[in-house]
């Protein structure tokens, strides 16, 4: 494993459990300003289709946590993703 940044062969290799945040929260004028419009309006483009996607195939879930392998160059501290295993 070569870095990419300086191209140094001190890389070390971490499995690293990566937790995607479901939810975000958001404040309170968030809401009241965009909150409510976009909600409808990704419900309405995204949630919709998105149901009758799931509707009409048969494939499992999406998951939700992963381990990544993560790069960490010893030189010079460049951090990159090497590969996704999803668990499910
Ligand atoms: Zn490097």
């Known amino acids: ?5 300086c191209g140094s062969e001190n890389v070390q290799i971490q499995a690293v459990n990566k937790i995607k945040l479901k939810t975000q929260h958001k404040g309170i004028l968030w809401w009241i300003l ?15 289709p998105a149901l009758f996607f799931k509707i009409f195939s048969h ?10 392998s993560v790069a960490q160059c010893q030189t010079c501290g460049a951090r990159w993703e090497v590969r996704k295993i999803a668990i499910e």
């Open 59 to 68: 494939k499992k879930q999406r998951a939700v946590n992963k381990v990544v």
């Open 34 to 48: 965009i909150g409510w419009w976009w909600v409808f309006f990704k419900w309405l483009f995204l949630t919709i």
């Open 1 to 5: 494993m070569v870095c990419r940044k």
